[in-house]
């Protein structure tokens, strides 16, 4: 537990914590749903599209692990039982059933869209209150970004893919 961070946030520490929980569970959930989407995706650009998901699952891994860096320093604790994490994530898991390339990167684009909103959140509510939180935040928010124009550049390009397909037929 880090005395002086809590001793330095100038916001409600508990409801903090509670959103920084959220994330956490959210960014497990993401993890997860870009890890598996990796294994099973199929379709056009699959190799490339592949690729992409499993650096964004590394990199939802690693602001897991910010999260529960920050939840703790701020005398919280993570969620402990991965039971708990569809319960107390608000963006949700979306099962990747149907596992063509497109239905994957629509499904990751609506979690994408929402961790935005979150991360948002939580700069909105630390800015000028908690500088680290906010760094941390911040920097997830701009990743998160990424993720969504990323995913977004994907779906045009098998788009034109198809359309350039149709007109050489």
């Known amino acids: ?54 650096e964004h ?24 039982d991965p039971e708990n994490w569809n319960k107390t994530a608000q963006c949700k898991y979306d099962a990747p059933e149907n596992p063509y390339v497109m239905n994957l990167l629509e499904q990751n684009l609506i979690a994408e869209r929402c961790a935005v909103a979150r991360y948002q959140k939580i700069c909105e509510m630390t800015f000028g209150k908690d500088f680290e939180t906010f760094r941390m935040a911040e920097k997830i928010l701009k990743e998160e ?6 995913i977004g ?3 045009e390009d098998i788009i034109a893919g198809i359309k350039n397909q149709d007109k050489i037929k």
């Open 1 to 54: 537990m880090g005395e002086m961070a809590q001793k330095i946030v100038k916001t409600d520490t508990k409801e903090l914590v509670e959103m920084l929980n959220i994330a956490f569970a959210e960014e497990w959930l993401a993890y997860y749903q870009y890890w598996l989407g990796a294994q099973l995706i199929t379709g056009p650009m699959r190799t490339s599209v592949t690729e992409e998901f499993l």
């Open 145 to 150: 970004l990424e993720h969504e124009q990323e």
């Open 153 to 155: 550049d994907f779906k």
């Open 57 to 80: 699952a590394n990199e939802e891994l690693k602001h897991a692990q910010w999260l529960c860096d920050r939840i703790l320093q701020l005398g919280g604790t993570p969620v402990l």
